[in-house]
T-cell receptor, first 114, second 115 residues
Framework: EAGVTQSPTHLIKTRGQQATLRCSPI?????VYWYQQALGLGLQFLLW???????NRGNFPPRFSGRQFPNYSSELNVNALELEDSALYLC?????????????FGPGTRLTVL | AQSVTQPDIHITVSEGASLELRCNYS??????LFWYVQSPGQGLQLLLK??????LVQGIKGFEAEFKRSQSSFNLRKPSVHWSDAAEYFC?????????????FGTGTRLKVLA
């Protein structure tokens, strides 16, 4: 069974540009989660999508947005990039939205903002 | 509010020695607890999880963790560490409240293994 996949592996942008990150969940999983892992800050919850809808978002500005497609894959968009957006962005998926549903993580996209 | 604390930022052990990584949580009800491992430049891999039942949980790679409600702890242990265990370890608590579902991660403990 294929795991969670993310693309691209690395992304280099300049300040003010937009970045688009993609995630494909494990087959059969309907929930997708996005996390930011910046150096020294641990994992910060960004967004949660389930069945095509945004269910919850973390404490991030509106320039962080995303969507979930009918096939449950997801896209994270970061507009007006700032230097501090440089981080590893991790996507996870789970079977449903219950607290007992384990999240399985992808390898991440390393975003560098110059 | 729920929270997770991993008091040790870095831990160094010799190969073959035992290991215990600490995790303390704060949550009003019975939490769902997880331990993940992250190798350099990689995503997170689930080691084990606790939802209910036996408080001693066995995971992959020879790891185990014990849920102690009285101490609000979920410490990760391994009797004999291998050099390949060098990585960063994250404790997380999952909880549902008011229709939302959140994972809260600790800040991680970086494990170094000496040959």
């Amino acid at each position: 069974e294929a795991g969670v996949t993310q693309s691209p592996t690395h992304l280099i942008k300049t300040r003010g540009q937009q970045a688009t990150l993609r995630c494909s969940p494990i087959s059969g999983h309907t929930s997708v989660y996005w996390y930011q892992q910046a150096l020294g800050l641990g994992l910060q919850f960004l967004l949660w999508y389930d069945e095509g809808e945004e269910r919850n978002r973390g404490n991030f500005p509106p320039r962080f947005s995303g969507r979930q497609f009918p096939n449950y894959s997801s896209e994270l968009n970061v507009n007006a990039l700032e230097l501090e957006d440089s981080a590893l962005y991790l996507c996870a998926s789970s079977l449903g939205q219950a607290s007992t549903d384990t999240q399985y993580f992808g390898p991440g996209t390393r975003l560098t903002v110059l | 509010a729920q929270s997770v604390t991993q008091p040790d930022i870095h831990i160094t052990v010799s190969e073959g020695a035992s290991l215990e990584l600490r995790c303390n949580y704060s949550y009003g009800a019975t939490p769902y607890l997880f331990w993940y491992v992250q190798s350099p430049g990689q995503g997170l891999q689930l080691l084990l999880k606790y939802f209910s039942g036996d408080t001693l949980v066995q995971g992959i790679k020879g790891f185990e963790a014990e849920f102690k409600r009285s101490q609000s702890s979920f410490n990760l242990r391994k009797p004999s560490v291998h050099w390949s265990d060098a990585a960063e370890y994250f404790c997380a608590v999952g909880a549902a409240a008011s229709g939302t579902y959140k994972y809260i991660f600790g800040t991680g403990t970086r494990l170094k293994v000496l040959a």
